[in-house]
């Protein structure tokens, strides 16, 4: 038996066959010597890929979202950048053919991309690949996507997102690659899909292990190649006990979140954008506790305009019909990052300008987002909250701001609605002050991510640092604890939004302390309602 690691992209346990996944190496074809032929042949090539991309935009749509559909989207484009064209124009007039002038700029292009800073523009490298080899794969004369004989596990050095969704999904047991980042739109994918999946892994690829028995181990990030008796024997009763746990689970769908003792929680979900709702539908949550609104500056070369932040808002508001959504402010900086707001270079980010700090010094930044929050405010209940609070002067300011706009909205005669202002707990100080804080706001949500971090001194992005990272440490809870009941005492609420909120070994510590909300990844609502319902706490 062979043992490895990974990185786990998605939990669960299967257990298949290996199937190494590699790309067909087709020589490309030298020019036939007359660029306009060549140039011809390109051209036919690049529709016949279109077509293929349109149709599978549609299948991945409509199988699996538009949120991933709209990866073959930006495929789709690069068939039209400019440069791209250019660049495979040039090579063909310097006497390249059709293949190897595709094949050089997508190469080049994905370099370039990957050489960037900007991890949105970094992920674009595999997308000009994956169009390049798709014509190339055209202009071979070959066709692109692969068939699976029986299920099983699928190993490759890489996945692009477009091999990915046309990968037959009811044969794919698991995937594991050598390559790929837990960001990675496979990686999203895979997620999306509910497929386990290990990525960063030393798999050796050389044919031996092919067709060899498998086991992916996506709660422990680990695989084993011809499991013994003991292991296979193990890692079974694992895989049935989760799908014995997910069946259980679904008779919780449509209920309240209650106690036996009676008392009441509001189980919500975070998001990053509007694509998101569909899971906290599929999740069953009843609401949205954080909207992470920075993913909407991300990924992008200029702000957001106040019209677009208001389309996104208010799809959101709207897409819950009803329910809930709290939005936090842009919370830029540390490891989120976006070149157009020109931040200096910080030998220490995450102590830096960040969160609030950059609205209360950018009333540019901050004004078209504070206009469409309020704005959204008029298609059903909104809330807003601001990140990396650390002082009382920072709230007063913040609200004296939110209450400017309000009013310059509605002397313009534009609808608001009530909107309800909160503040994250997620500095040492902002929890400390929570007595005093309290008195200032609607409610607080703890983000115990950065509440953890700035508690403990621990880099959270640290690897390196994970076994020092103890979010049940002594000083986080006993802050936890202070938090809630410092906002009873002024009669208001308080949730937890960061991930320890999903951490259902402590949801009865979290009902003994008097949390109203807990707000999670909507893939966990059910396990955490099954806790609440079954808890004694009054
Ligand atoms: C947190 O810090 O816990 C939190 C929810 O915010 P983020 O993870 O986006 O910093
Ligand atoms: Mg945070």
């Not at 997102?161 to 739109?185: C, W, Y």
């Not at 086991?215 to 008796?229: K, Q, R």
């Not at 440490?473 to 604890?481: F, S, T, Y």
Request: include cysteine.
């Amino acid at each position: 038996m062979k043992k490895g690691t990974g990185r786990p992209v998605f939990s669960g346990v299967a257990i298949g066959r290996a199937y190494i996944y590699k790309k067909q190496q087709a020589a490309l074809p030298t020019s036939c010597g007359d660029a306009s032929v060549e140039q011809r042949h390109f051209e036919e090539a690049k529709e016949e890929a279109r077509a293929q991309l349109q149709a599978l935009f549609e299948k991945t749509c409509k199988e699996i979202g538009e949120e991933q559909g709209m990866i073959i989207d930006v495929q789709m484009m690069m068939l039209d950048d400019l440069d791209y064209l250019e660049s495979i124009e040039a090579m063909i007039k310097n006497g390249a053919s059709a293949a190897e002038a595709v094949k050089e700029t997508g190469d080049t292009f994905a370099a370039a991309f990957a050489a960037m800073d900007d991890d949105y523009m970094k992920a674009r490298a595999v997308d000009v690949k994956d169009v390049s080899t798709r014509i190339v794969t055209i202009l071979c004369g070959g066709k692109t996507g692969f068939s699976m004989e029986e299920p099983g596990i699928l190993v490759a050095e890489d996945l692009t997102p477009s091999e990915t969704v046309q990968m037959p999904k009811d044969k794919i047991l698991a995937f594991v690659t050598r390559q790929g980042s837990s960001n990675s739109h496979t990686a999203i994918l895979a997620r999306i899909m509910n497929i386990p999946s290990l990525v960063q892994t030393q798999i050796n690829l050389d044919d031996e292990i092919d067709g060899k028995q498998m086991i992916v181990d996506g709660f422990e990030g680990c695989y084993y190649i011809e499991p013994d008796e003991q292991t296979l024997a193990v890692m079974k009763e694992k895989r049935h006990a989760t799908e014995e746990y997910r069946q259980q689970l679904e008779a919780y769908r449509g209920k309240e979140s209650v106690t036996r003792g009676g008392r009441k929680i509001n189980l919500f979900a975070n998001i990053g954008n509007p694509d998101d709702l569909v899971h906290v539908i599929e999740g069953d949550a009843e609401g949205v506790g954080l909207m992470r609104s920075e993913f909407l500056y991300l990924g992008r070369t200029d702000f957001p305009t106040e019209e677009e932040l208001f389309e996104a808002y208010k799809k959101v508001v709207e897409g819950l019909g009803g329910r809930r959504v709290v939005i936090r402010t842009l919370d830029i900086g540390a490891d989120k990052q976006a070149d157009y707001f020109g931040l200096e270079h910080e030998e220490n980010p995450a102590l830096g300008l960040r969160g609030i700090r950059i609205c209360l010094e950018r009333e540019d930044v901050f004004r078209p987002q504070m206009r469409a929050i309020y704005r959204a405010s008029a298609y059903g209940p909104v809330s807003v909250m601001f990140p990396m609070i650390a002082s009382l002067w920072e709230v007063r300011k913040v609200k004296e701001f939110c209450a400017k706009i309000r009013e310059e909205l509605i002397a313009e005669g534009v609808a608001v609605g009530e909107v309800e202002l909160g503040i994250m707990i997620e500095t040492p100080a902002a929890a400390i002050m929570s007595a005093q804080l309290a008195k200032e706001v609607d409610f607080f949500s703890v983000g115990t991510n950065d509440l953890t971090q700035y508690t403990l001194a621990i880099d959270r992005q640290n690897p390196n640092l994970d076994a020092f990272y103890d979010a049940h440490h002594p000083a986080v809870l006993e802050l936890l604890r202070q938090v809630a009941h410092n906002a009873h005492e002024a009669g208001i609420w308080a949730g937890i939004c960061g991930e320890l909120g999903a951490d259902a070994s402590l949801t009865e510590t979290f009902l003994e302390m008097g949390y109203d909300e807990l707000s999670v990844s909507p893939g966990r609502v059910l396990e955490l309602r099954k806790k609440v319902c079954e808890s004694e706490v009054q």
